[in-house]
C-alpha cells in the first residue's frame, strides 16, 4: 500500500447510544531523524503529525503525533453514535501530505 493510504472500520450497524470503536491502521514509515555516523549528515524523519476524526461533519477528536509512534500505527478510538452517517479520519504528515477516509454507519 502507498504511502497514506488507511483502513477505517465501524460496525455497520449500532443502536442509538452505543459506544462503538473506530479502528484504522494508516500507511506510513513513520521514521525518526537520523544522523549518519559516518558524514554526520541529518536525515530528517518523516512521520504524521495530525489525525483528526469527525462524525457527521463534526470534530470529536483530535491527535497529535510525532516520530515516536510506531510505523503503519493501528488507532482504535471509542465513539457514541446517536445517528446514522459518516465517521471520517483526516491526518497528516510532517513533509505536506494530507489524507481522508471515511467509513458510514446505520444507527437504529
Not at 19 to 41: A, F, K, L, W, Y
Not at 47 to 76: H, R, W
Request: aromatic share 6%.
Amino acid at each position: 500500500m502507498a504511502t497514506g493510504t488507511s483502513i477505517v472500520r465501524v460496525p455497520k450497524e449500532a443502536q442509538k447510544g452505543q459506544v462503538i470503536r473506530v479502528q484504522m491502521v494508516i500507511t506510513h514509515p513513520m521514521t525518526p531523524p537520523r544522523r549518519d555516523p559516518q558524514t554526520g549528515q541529518e536525515t530528517p524523519g518523516y512521520f504524521l503529525t495530525k489525525l483528526q476524526l469527525f462524525y457527521n461533519d463534526q470534530l470529536v477528536s483530535e491527535m497529535n503525533m510525532a516520530a515516536g509512534i510506531s510505523a503503519n500505527p493501528f488507532i482504535a478510538l471509542p465513539l457514541k453514535v446517536e445517528n446514522s452517517g459518516v465517521v471520517k479520519i483526516a491526518y497528516e504528515d510532517n513533509k505536506g501530505g494530507k489524507w481522508e477516509k471515511t467509513a458510514e454507519i446505520t444507527v437504529k
